[in-house]
């Protein structure tokens, strides 16, 4: 939780872990209990609340408020999660998914703000978009368009639950992870091996990150890998929604350049020169803020 | 040329090849002809004219009615044909691109004009499409979103100027014409070839549909594959743009149920049962009219 100005600032914060509250109810108590809480480190606000808002892992209908499921938080099935928190607080409350809403956040207030077409992707365990276009968050006819991670780069790729050679397939954490320790375990020289002294079991996205930037062959196969998975999607999406800016979040992107130097590259090389010349990629800005100043964002109604 | 009534009915056509006619003054000429020629037929209009709107095959900044270039027309770089027809007929005028326009005729009048989210696309020579998102199209950044064709299927696929992979290298008309040709040079069985006499330079995307409605294996084979490839990119843009129908139009997509029967069966394997169950796919329904319609719609403010 976190309170923030219209200028995007957060000026408190609060955290509690919801698979501890039993449900809905008991979250809506522990949410009161963090209210008070941060208002006791800001003091009275001068201008007064414009809401609240929230992002939530899993399926939104943003327009009723409702939550029709947490995948990952048991007993968050058609939850009215907006007209809870409006009669519990007496004030305006907006629920999004929480990729959405940390898009909202990057293209209102971090590296996608000076955009009005700009498409948010985060790689990390699961590859999540959003869609900021004509500067609004576009959400589909049901609620869950940006999907990025489901989009297929093989039509005779990996198989999954949601079709054929999703991106996510590929580029997740997991993924990335079981493609270098079957590389090493096939006998790939890399300094890798050593970071983790010789333990498989703990090659991470950024142990491999930190080879890569030292200059580590195979851990640059791995990102280049990595970049052109991705590159291929951008490019798809270049062609299909043609933004202004790609905005790349998540820890994997916290790779730094070892990611995005490749993966400029690659997506320049998979598009037409006058695709090529008007699309930009850039990390995120507002890192684990993104989220709490996003939902903030529904509130204030910024770029919705 | 046609005139539109608001009801979306053509009450009179007019046409003329724009390669005859040198460069856009000429052009221009012709259009002041053809109109008469319009208005003879119709007579005296009750409501007047709404304004002009015309889609061209190319590339175009919608909102200041230019041309950047239209590849198959010589002398058309650079344009300013909304000026040019605003100022020679003293009334509004919009020019887009021809499958935008399309796109927006089919979803204001034609198959998608239930749906406030729909994505046209015309299987023909090449690969186009147009997308109508919170009941208007969707232009991108700078006018050339919507270019379907270049979606990619295989991120090692076919290599062309606009990347790799991009779904009209698989599904265009010649594309389609090759890859039959190829399988009945290669000895395969098919009715195809006594439908052609023999001559395998007679092979149509017609005629294999009408040996594969007969129950020609191969022929079925083929749409089988150019429906597989087709919903591969419709279940991409599925996740990513949640539409609630993909209207297809273009010579191809006259092959009625030997394309659509396996393109929405393909779809809905290549989805996960939500998005599955929520997504339609529609033969377009205006035919060759859906550009003229769509025109005159930029004109009338329908769903823009």
């Not at 730094?256 to 995120?284: H, T, W």
Request: net charge negative; hydrophobic share 40%; with cysteine.
């Amino acid at each position: 939780m976190g309170v923030v100005k219209d200028d995007g600032v957060v000026i408190a914060e609060h955290a509690f872990p919801t698979p501890e509250t039993r449900g809905p109810e008991e979250w809506l108590e522990a949410v009161a209990r963090g209210k008070d809480e941060l208002f006791e480190a800001t003091g009275p606000l001068e201008q007064g609340m414009a809401g609240i808002g929230a992002g939530v892992p899993g399926f939104v209908d943003f327009g009723r408020g409702l939550i029709y499921n947490l995948p990952n938080v048991p007993g968050w099935r058609g939850v009215p999660m907006g007209k809870m928190l409006r009669e519990r607080f007496d004030m305006p409350a907006f629920v999004d998914n929480d990729v959405n809403v940390m898009a909202l956040g990057e293209c209102t207030y971090g590296s996608g703000r000076a955009y009005e077409h700009a498409v948010f992707l985060t790689l990390g365990t699961g590859v999540g978009g959003g869609l900021l276009l004509d500067n609004k968050i576009y959400r589909g006819a049901y609620s869950l368009a940006g999907e990025i991670g489901h989009v297929s780069i093989d039509m005779n790729g990996i198989p999954s639950a949601q079709g054929r050679g999703g991106l996510e397939e590929y580029v997740g954490n997991r993924q990335i992870v079981a493609r270098t320790v079957q590389g090493l375990e096939h006998g790939r020289e890399s300094s890798i091996r050593d970071a983790v002294a010789g333990d498989l079991g703990k090659v991470t996205p950024k142990v491999i990150a930190e080879a890569a930037r030292q200059g580590d062959t195979f851990a640059e196969e791995i990102f280049g890998f990595v970049a052109d998975c991705v590159a291929t999607v951008l490019a798809s999406v270049t062609y299909l929604l043609q933004p202004q800016a790609f905005v790349v979040g998540g820890g994997v992107a916290q790779s730094g350049d070892v990611l995005f130097v490749p993966l400029r590259r690659r997506l320049k090389e998979r598009l037409s020169p006058y695709f090529a010349e008007n699309i930009e990629v850039m990390p995120a800005a507002l890192g684990n803020a993104a989220g709490t100043i996003g939902a903030a964002a529904l509130a204030l109604h910024a770029k919705q």
